[in-house]
């Protein structure tokens, strides 16, 4: 059965914090992705990596960094948390040129 | 880049009958579309998806139609039953990004 798993299903951490949010998929999927969801803006792409050590924006990148150094890890690091970024984030992988995205369950964050 | 609307955000239907979620998209170059359903405290789950060269996809109470001319591409199930409810996103992808629409939030009334 295929599996995402993220580190956290909730997560609150202060203003200025660094926080990391970690992915692991067992599919052996090439592509990984962070998905921002809020309510009323759907899901949003924050960054996507198609490949170890690799990576490239997505919409919207800013406040967010990422970091791919094994297969099947994809992690996302906020540098300096803000209440802005308090959200609902979602990983995802897929195989390249196949499309279909396989989901974790999601992380709630909140930044006080 | 693409853009993809969906309407509508909200629908209620009565259970037993058929609900139907329309989207459309910008970008002639995407050419897979797939429709994913959330439900409560879960992450989105694929249900259907359809490629450019088809015009239609069935599978059991859910079916997908796709206008490429148009850009316009819809959901339907029928015979809602209660745990249809959730909220349903459709996407657009040009490449192995996908682009997906804001959702609908679907209930089932009893």
């Known amino acids: 059965d295929v599996k995402v798993t993220q580190s956290s299903r909730y997560l609150v951490k202060r203003t200025g914090e660094k926080v990391f949010l970690e992915c692991v998929q067992d599919?052996?999927?090439?592509?990984m992705f962070w998905y921002r969801q809020d309510p009323g803006l759907g899901l949003r792409l924050i960054y996507f990596s198609y490949d170890v050590k690799m990576k490239e924006k997505g919409d919207i990148p800013e406040g967010y960094s990422v970091s791919r150094e094994k297969k099947e890890r994809f992690s996302l690091i906020l540098e300096s948390a803000s209440t802005n970024q308090t959200s609902m984030y979602l990983c995802a992988s897929s195989l390249p040129n196949y499309n279909e995205q396989f989901f974790g369950p999601g992380t709630r964050l909140t930044v006080l | 880049g693409e853009n993809v609307e969906q309407h509508p955000s909200t629908l209620s239907v009565q259970e037993g009958d058929s609900a139907v979620i329309k989207c459309t998209y910008s970008d002639s170059a995407s050419n897979y579309f797939p429709w994913y359903k959330q439900e409560l405290g879960k992450g989105p789950q694929l249900i259907i998806d359809i490629r450019s060269n088809v015009g239609e996809k069935k599978d059991q109470r859910i079916a997908v139609t796709l206008n490429k001319t148009a850009k316009h591409f819809s959901l339907h199930i029928t015979e809602t039953q209660p745990e249809d409810s959730a909220v349903y996103f459709c996407?657009?992808?040009?490449?192995?990004?996908?682009?997906f629409g804001k959702g609908t939030r679907l209930h089932i009334l009893p």
């Open positions: 996407a657009a992808s040009p490449d192995d990004k996908i682009i």
């Open positions: 599919m052996d999927h090439e592509n």
